[in-house]
């Protein structure tokens, strides 16, 4: 089993940043790939970036791309995401995801999840 535990979500203006952070517990995380979701109110979860088990490999979702950054780091067993120039619409509950296989993770099939952390976005 492995425990996710998000951090890092708050308020922020349009055009900030926020670093979130993704502790993992019960089992080292250097053999799932890792990956960040979100989901705002009335709307279903959305893929925001994935990163390989080696961290050599990352993805994007297209409304993130050039702004989020997704890294790990596999000796502190801990994920993280960088947003910078944050907007309005990324406002929604953010989620750390763990898999065992990248394409499965990418589409939202994750062996295990965080609870979320929330992240507001005001304009």
Same mark, same amino acid.
């Given at each position: 089993?492995?425990?996710?535990?998000?951090?890092?979500?708050?308020?922020?203006?349009?055009?900030?940043?926020?670093?979130?952070?993704?502790?993992?517990?019960? %089992?080292?995380?250097?053999?799932?790939?890792?990956?960040?979701?979100?989901?705002?109110?009335?709307?279903?979860?959305?893929? $925001?970036?994935?990163?390989? %088990?080696?961290?050599?490999?990352?993805?994007?979702?297209?409304?993130?791309?050039? %702004?989020?950054?997704?890294? %790990?780091?596999?000796?502190?067993?801990? $994920?993280?995401?960088?947003?910078?120039?944050?907007?309005?619409?990324?406002?929604? $509950?953010?989620?750390?995801?763990?898999?065992?296989?990248?394409?499965?993770?990418?589409?939202?099939?994750?062996?295990?999840?965080?609870?979320?952390?929330?992240?507001?976005?005001?304009?």
């Amino acid at each position: 089993q492995v425990q996710l535990v998000e951090s890092g979500g708050g308020l922020v203006q349009a055009g900030g940043s926020l670093r979130l952070s993704c502790a993992a517990s019960g %089992r080292t995380i250097s053999s799932y790939d890792m990956g960040w979701f979100r989901q705002a109110p009335g709307k279903e979860r959305e893929f $925001v970036a994935a990163i390989s %088990r080696s961290g050599g490999t990352t993805y994007y979702g297209d409304s993130v791309k050039g %702004r989020f950054t997704i890294s %790990r780091d596999n000796a502190k067993n801990t $994920v993280y995401l960088q947003m910078n120039s944050l907007k309005p619409e990324d406002t929604g $509950v953010y989620y750390c995801a763990a898999s065992l296989s990248g394409p499965e993770l990418r589409s939202g099939r994750a062996d295990y999840w965080g609870q979320g952390t929330q992240v507001t976005v005001s304009s």
